[in-house]
């Protein structure tokens, strides 16, 4: 078989099979817009919570109107108890429980410290910090008043007593994701994880389709092909489409949802190539391992929630058990997400990424020469069967 046979032979076998169409355009474009729509308000805002005040003093009810006029929550209903507040959070489905304390009001007058406790859902990160966020800074401020009003007392200067009502002064600022939102946070990296997944389906489909053709006697156009050749034309086929994929998600996906574009696109481009070709060679070698198509899909889709957590962008890497840490770097999409994150959303240099560039070139060897090995073998096995003609 020539070179331009193999191409379009391959062509055809992308082009004409539906599984790998939807899973590779249909996905990455789906995607793109279903992911990112329930967050394009970016930060939450009116969490809406239930207090319980045991105190029912002028001081604890003024307290509650400082925190329902927070941004951050909205106080919906009151408990007569905190068993109650909590029956009610579960039932509809409440963001989190203000409790203030019996004797607040009384507390303070008398120069103690009243323990002011917040609850909240932390099945969701971001509502979970909303809430405390609007919760706590409310009780703060009525705090600060209560010490600037007590060095009022005391004789101190309205300016001084303004400086000295806390030890310490705190001025924050967001780097890297000013908005604090979760689109900047989490969907860049998202994208990529995407990419990946789909890519290695897409790949492990088309060797899940051509074992399945194997296995029942059907025409095989690849079985006189080199092995070499075959993967050169398979990964290049594979790396164009997702190249182009690339571009989309780094240009217009990025600028629908203002997300920051800090690296030049060489720089995206010199990182894209040993991602795009490790991810290929990872999919093309599950491909010649599976017996079906949809196993690729199965098995790609189990692996993307765990993938979330152990990349280090939703979930910090000095909270993951360390085999897991070293067990994650042999996936392409662990070192290109940090690259990624780091040369794009935080404006790192290129050189600072090296040595995930080192690790994507390793993985790229590795999964490189497992496919050629793989399809090696696999078109040894068919050398010895009857070959099958054409319809």
């Known amino acids: 078989m020539t070179l331009i046979q193999l191409i379009r032979h391959e062509i055809r076998a992308i082009f004409t099979n539906p599984a790998l169409l939807l899973t590779v355009f249909g996905g990455v474009l789906f995607y793109s817009f279903l992911y990112p729509l329930p967050y394009a308000a970016q930060i939450p805002r009116e969490q809406q919570i239930i207090a319980v005040n045991l105190d029912d003093s ?33 039932a509809e489905k409440l963001a989190g429980i203000l409790v203030i304390p019996e004797h607040f009001y009384r507390d303070l007058l008398q120069g103690r410290r009243p323990t002011l406790s917040y609850a909240g859902d932390a099945s969701y990160f971001l509502v979970f910090s909303t809430v405390l966020e609007g919760m706590a800074s409310a009780g703060g401020t009525l705090a600060a008043e209560v010490k600037v009003s007590r060095l009022l007392m005391s004789g101190q200067a309205m300016e001084l007593a303004r400086e000295q009502h806390t030890a310490v002064s705190l001025e924050l600022h967001s780097m890297f994701n000013e908005a604090g939102g979760y689109v900047n946070y989490v969907i860049p990296a998202v994208f990529v994880l995407i990419l990946h997944q789909t890519l290695i389906m897409g790949a492990g489909i088309l060797g899940g389709r051509q074992n399945e053709q194997q296995r029942d006697g059907e025409y095989l156009y690849w079985r006189d092909a080199s092995p070499s050749v075959l993967l050169i034309v398979r990964t290049t086929l594979f790396f164009i489409i997702y190249t182009l994929l690339s571009l989309y998600y780094y240009g217009p996906a990025f600028a629908i949802y203002d997300i920051p574009r800090l690296a030049h696109i060489s720089e995206l481009a010199l990182l894209n190539l040993p991602f795009l070709l490790s991810a290929t060679f990872l999919g093309i070698s599950l491909g010649c391992i599976l017996p079906r198509r949809e196993l690729a899909t199965l098995l790609v889709l189990l692996s993307s929630m765990p993938l979330v957590f152990l990349c280090g962008f939703v979930w910090p890497i000095s909270a993951i058990p360390a085999p897991l840490v070293a067990a994650i770097q042999f996936i392409p999409v662990a070192p290109a997400i940090q690259a990624f994150v780091l040369l794009n959303q935080m404006g790192a240099d290129f050189h600072q990424i090296l040595p995930h560039i080192t690790q994507l070139i390793l993985l790229t060897v590795l999964y490189g020469a497992t496919a050629l090995m793989l399809l090696r073998y696999k078109l040894r096995r068919l050398s010895h069967l009857p070959a099958a003609t054409p319809e």
């Not at 009151?78 to 009610?88: G, M, T, V, W, Y």
């Open 58 to 90: 002028q001081l604890s009810r003024r307290l509650m109107r400082m925190v329902d006029a927070t941004p951050q929550v909205r106080i919906i209903s009151q408990a007569h108890s905190l068993a109650e507040a909590k029956d009610r959070m579960i």
